[in-house]
């Protein structure tokens, strides 16, 4: 059935529901965690930045005590000590300053006179050195800065008291390090060697532009997802709202897409309904006189479409009436090419809705018909259903007057099956009866429907109407509405209802 989902089609349908649904939220949420990363990133460089400048305002201070105290290396470690150890009283940083002479260390702020050995390649860069601790405080962490010139050399110490607090204080929620040469410093205040641990999150490493070390500062694995979590539940709640608005809109446009009212436009937009003809033969000769023209839907996955699974809907929602128009192009287009061919006006049904004869327009559909072929070649009869009879109206009655005057035919389909009175005959100027194929079903089998048959006959002569028999499927029916001069008979005896070029190649055969 075209007009019905499938269990398939409603699967798919609510998948891209879902889809249309979770995209935003997916995209939307990769956006954040891009822009969490990016703030996470912004933040440990500016962390980094700032723990550089602080080390290097204490490296600053001991350098300077280191440049003071450099003039006095060499010189009797007694006559400088005082000046060693006011160095280290002055300066806030400075824990101790030594004066070296050519590689021994031989004066002391802590110790006076002092000695041993100093090795340059201890130092990154001949300048910083990272200690775990001296003799005096083991396992506390201690940076050296060394300045020589010539033999002469000077060696300040910074706590690394200091240089923790600050990894700590600043770093507060990122993770920092401070990397001297070949070893490390971590917040806890302790000295590592070796390979440096990597951040997994933002990780930034900056370089002093002063000093021989860096800082790395970033953070522990799935901070990016706590940095959203804490930051970011508004922008969710925003995000869940964009998901279902727009899964919403996608399933409304589908349901409407998928509306059967919808899925009739598109097919009559496609031109997927198009004319089958069924041949209407003589009574007597039984001689082509006409087709009925009859509405197939050429559904692009169902294949062809019977009328009476779409025409009542089709009559619901209005759409029968532009179908209608169309199927009458079509048929004008197919057929006014063989009017030359036709030796007397051939007989063209076309079945025509209540709904139709509301306003005049159907005699501008008519007159357009009529105006395709060469003039007299055809009789447009147009076949109402009598179980669906045209209220008489001041419209309906001036429609049918002008219909007339165009010499449009009227027939009454199905007649026998409802109730149209003699009046009603009259007052439509009807030309035809179209005698319901149940009766003609029912010749030589059912006395009481061959009786009704035989008053309609009889009727049709009284009112000097034209009859038309349908659904004639054998001979004896044939045999028997010849014998009672009904004038036209159709039925797949004479011809099933063809494609518009099956049916013009069978025309020239006749
Ligand atoms: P209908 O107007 O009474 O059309 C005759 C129906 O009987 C057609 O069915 C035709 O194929 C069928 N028929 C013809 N000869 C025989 C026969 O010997 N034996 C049997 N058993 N059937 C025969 P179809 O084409 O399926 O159309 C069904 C109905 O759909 C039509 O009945 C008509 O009421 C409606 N219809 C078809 N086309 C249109 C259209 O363009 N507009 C409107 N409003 N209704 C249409
Ligand atoms: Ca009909
Ligand atoms: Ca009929």
Redo the contacts with the bound molecule.
């Keep these: 059935m075209p007009l019905k989902a499938k269990a398939h089609q409603r699967n798919l349908r609510v998948a891209i529901t879902l889809v249309s649904g979770l995209l935003p939220i997916l995209l939307g949420a990769v956006i954040l965690y891009w822009q969490a990363e990016r703030t996470l990133k912004q933040g440990t460089e500016q962390t980094a930045h700032e723990a550089i400048r602080q080390f290097d305002l204490m490296l600053d201070n001991t350098a300077h005590a280191a440049q003071i105290l450099l003039p006095l290396a060499g010189q009797n470690c007694k006559d400088v000590t005082l000046a060693l150890r006011e160095q280290v009283t002055r300066r806030p940083f400075v824990r101790s300053t030594n004066l070296v002479w050519g590689d021994d260390l031989y004066c002391s702020s802590l110790f006076g006179e002092y000695h041993e050995v100093v090795n340059p390649g201890d130092y990154t860069l001949g300048g910083l050195w990272l200690m775990n601790g001296n003799p005096v405080t083991p396992n506390t962490a201690l940076l050296v800065y060394r300045l020589s010139e010539g033999k002469k050399g000077v060696l300040t110490t910074l706590d690394g008291y200091h240089l923790s607090n600050i990894l700590r204080l600043i770093g507060r929620k990122t993770t920092l390090l401070l990397q001297v040469g070949p070893d490390w410093l971590s917040a806890d205040g302790k000295v590592h060697k070796g390979e440096r641990p990597e951040l997994p999150v933002a990780q930034s490493t900056e370089l002093s532009e002063n000093y021989a070390f860096t800082v790395s500062a970033g953070f522990p694995e799935g901070e990016t997802w706590r940095y959203m979590s804490s930051e970011y539940p508004p922008l969710f709640s925003l995000l869940i709202f964009f998901g279902v608005i727009s899964g919403s809109i996608v399933h409304f446009l589908q349901k409407r897409a998928m509306s059967p009212t919808h899925e009739m436009q598109r097919a009559l937009e496609a031109s997927e309904f198009i004319p089958y003809f069924q041949p209407v033969v003589h009574g007597d000769s039984k001689r082509w006189a006409g087709c009925?023209v009859l509405m197939r839907w050429k559904h692009p996955k169902e294949g062809l479409v019977r009328p009476d699974l779409f025409i009542p809907f089709a009559e619901h929602t209005g759409l029968i009436v532009p179908m209608t128009r169309s199927l009458m192009k079509q048929t004008a287009a197919l057929l006014a090419p063989q009017s030359a061919s036709f030796s007397e006006p051939f007989h063209i049904?076309i079945?025509i809705t209540a709904s139709h004869c509301q306003d005049l327009v159907l005699v501008k559909d008519c007159r357009e018909f009529l105006d395709a072929f060469a003039p007299g070649s055809v009789h447009l009869v147009l076949?109402l259903t009598e179980r669906e009879l045209i209220s008489p109206t001041a419209t309906t009655l001036q429609l049918f007057e002008q219909l007339h005057e165009l010499g449009v035919k009227m027939a009454i389909?199905d007649f026998g099956t409802g109730h149209s009175s003699l009046g009603y005959l009259r007052q439509f100027n009807v030309d035809f009866l179209?005698i319901d194929q149940s009766f003609v079903a029912m010749i030589g089998i059912d006395t009481l429907s061959s009786h009704i048959l035989d008053s309609i006959i009889e009727l049709a002569g009284k009112l000097d109407l034209a009859l038309v028999a349908e659904g004639v499927e054998t001979e004896e029916q044939s045999d028997y509405l010849s014998d009672q001069r009904v004038n036209f008979l159709q039925g797949y005896l004479y011809g099933k209802p063809m494609s518009g070029a099956e049916f013009i190649s069978a025309l020239s055969d006749y």
Aim: net charge negative; glycine share 16%.
């Design positions: 009925e049904g079945n076949e389909d179209k």
